[in-house]
């Protein structure tokens, strides 16, 4: 091969390789990593509310309960600490799935893809507080433990 063939080829070698890494439209969405950063930033104070929220949940359910007397007298005791429980479990998992959802939402900020969410519980359920923006949805005092919608 002589000298102007390998010029040739290289130079359609760098052509191919700069066509490959130019800058495309820019598509990128950011759901994964914004709620990512929303379950990382609210968990601590879903762990925070979970007795005010568990309790409540209780004390709902109680009153529309059309259950007898003796259990009406003996559940709330049970329930509150069962309730409560799950709660903060719950919370400590959105936690959990805020860290693991961080750096493959990092990843795909460039690119026209979003992972489903590992933990989608809290888009879901009644909140304390439930404020959306484009920025970041504030969502915290996740009702966990009553049925969703």
Request: aromatic letters at 10%; glycine letters at 6%.
């Amino acid at each position: 091969m002589n000298a102007f063939a390998r010029r040739l080829l290289c130079g359609a070698a760098l052509l191919a390789l700069l066509a490959s890494v130019a800058p495309s439209p820019a598509h990128a969405t950011s759901d994964t990593i914004k709620r990512s950063v929303q379950n990382i930033l609210f968990f601590p104070l879903d762990v925070a509310l979970s007795p005010y929220v568990a309790l409540k949940a209780l004390w709902v359910n109680w009153n529309d309960s059309d259950d007898t007397t003796a259990v009406k007298i003996v559940y709330p005791l049970p329930g509150a600490v069962w309730l409560v429980s799950v709660n903060l479990g719950a919370s400590a998992i959105r936690g959990l799935a805020g860290v693991l959802e961080f750096v493959p939402g990092l990843i795909l900020i460039p690119f026209e893809a979003d992972l489903d969410a590992i933990y989608d519980l809290p888009e879901d359920r009644e909140a304390v507080v439930d404020w959306e923006s484009d920025f970041i949805n504030v969502r915290f005092g996740i009702d966990y433990v009553s049925p969703g919608y």
